[in-house]
C-alpha cells in the first residue's frame, strides 16, 4: 500500500540567521488577541508582521522574519518603530495607516474577539524596513528576534520631537 504525508524537511524549525542588520519585506500584518486580554476579560490585540529577507546573500535571502509587537508597555512604542521603519508615521489616533479586515464580519464590532484574526491591507504591505535581528533561544531552539527596526520617516526628530525609538525591544530578558 502506498503512504502518503509530508516532506520530512518542512516539519523542521527554520534556522535563523545570524544576527546583524537585515531588510527585511513586510508580505502581512495580523491582528491577534492576547492572551492576557482574554485572561482579564479586556480585548487587547498582539501585531504580528510576516516578512522575509531581502537583498542579502543568497543563503540568507527569503529567510522568514517574524516582528511581533506584543501588548503591554512598549507596543505602541514597538508599533510606532515598526510603521516608521517602514516610512510612515501612525495616524493621529495611533492607527497604522491603511485598513483592516476582520476575520468573521458577521461578529458585532462591539464583540470581546471582533478582530481576532484581522488582516491588515495598507501602505505598510510590500515595504522594506532595515531590522536588526538578534538569534535568541525559545524551548531550546534558536530563533531570530527583533532587537530595533531603523526609522525611515524624513525628519522624524523635527516632525516628531516626543518620539524615541527604541534601540532594544527585546527588553530585560536580553543579554
Not at 531581502?54 to 511581533?68: P, Q, S
Not at 528576534?145 to 526609522?151: A, F, N, S
Request: with cysteine; charged share 25%; proline share 7%.
Amino acid at each position: 500500500m502506498p503512504k502518503m504525508g509530508v516532506n520530512p524537511e518542512e516539519t523542521k524549525a527554520p534556522k535563523p540567521v545570524p544576527g546583524g542588520m537585515y531588510e527585511v519585506r513586510i508580505k502581512s500584518l495580523t491582528a491577534k488577541l492576547s492572551k492576557a486580554g482574554r485572561a482579564k476579560g479586556q480585548p487587547q490585540y498582539n501585531y504580528e508582521a510576516y516578512g522575509n529577507v531581502v537583498n542579502n546573500k543568497a543563503e540568507y535571502n527569503d529567510a522568514f522574519v517574524l516582528i511581533r509587537m506584543n501588548n503591554g508597555f512598549n507596543q505602541a512604542k514597538t508599533s510606532n518603530d515598526f510603521a516608521h521603519g517602514l516610512g510612515y508615521p501612525l495616524e493621529a489616533d495611533g492607527s497604522f495607516p491603511g485598513d483592516w479586515t476582520v476575520k468573521d464580519p458577521s461578529k458585532p464590532a462591539d464583540a470581546f474577539d471582533y478582530f481576532d484574526g484581522a488582516q491588515y491591507s495598507g501602505p505598510l504591505i510590500g515595504k522594506v524596513c532595515k531590522v536588526e535581528l538578534s538569534v535568541t533561544n525559545y524551548d531550546g531552539l534558536d530563533r531570530n528576534e527583533v532587537k530595533q527596526i531603523l526609522c525611515k520617516v524624513d525628519k522624524c526628530a523635527e516632525r516628531f520631537p516626543d518620539i524615541r525609538h527604541l534601540t532594544d525591544w527585546r527588553g530585560k530578558k536580553a543579554a
